[in-house]
Each structure stands twice: as structure tokens, then as C-alpha cells.
């Protein structure tokens, strides 16, 4: 979730910007704040209930 902090208090990353969230599933529990999506491989699980969209690649 460092990541993920460091976007929501950059000074130059756009306030409304939407945080784009690339993991492979293999994480904690993320908690984000601002608007976003979880882009990951086809037939990865994430290990919580996403709040955002979730986008698959093959």
C-alpha cells in the first residue's frame, strides 16, 4: 500500500486523478480512498471485496 499512499499525498498527481492499482492478487488488504480500479492477470483473485472496478489481461 506504499504506493498507494504516495499517489493520495503527491502534490503533483491531479487531486481528482483516479489511482490505478496493478497487482498480480497477491496482496494485503487494500484500503483506497479515492476513486480507482484493479487491473490484474486473468484468473487472479483478489484476497478482499474490491470497491472499484476490476480490469483482467490475458
Known amino acids: 500500500m506504499p504506493g498507494v499512499d504516495l499517489l493520495e499525498r503527491a502534490e503533483d498527481f ?20 479515492r476513486e480507482h480500479a484493479h487491473l490484474g492477470p486473468q484468473g487472479a483473485v483478489l484476497p478482499f471485496t474490491p470497491r472499484g472496478p476490476v480490469f483482467r489481461m490475458r
Open 14 to 33: 491531479p487531486p481528482g486523478g483516479p489511482v490505478p492499482v496493478i497487482t498480480d492478487g497477491e496482496c494485503d488488504v487494500l484500503r483506497v480512498r
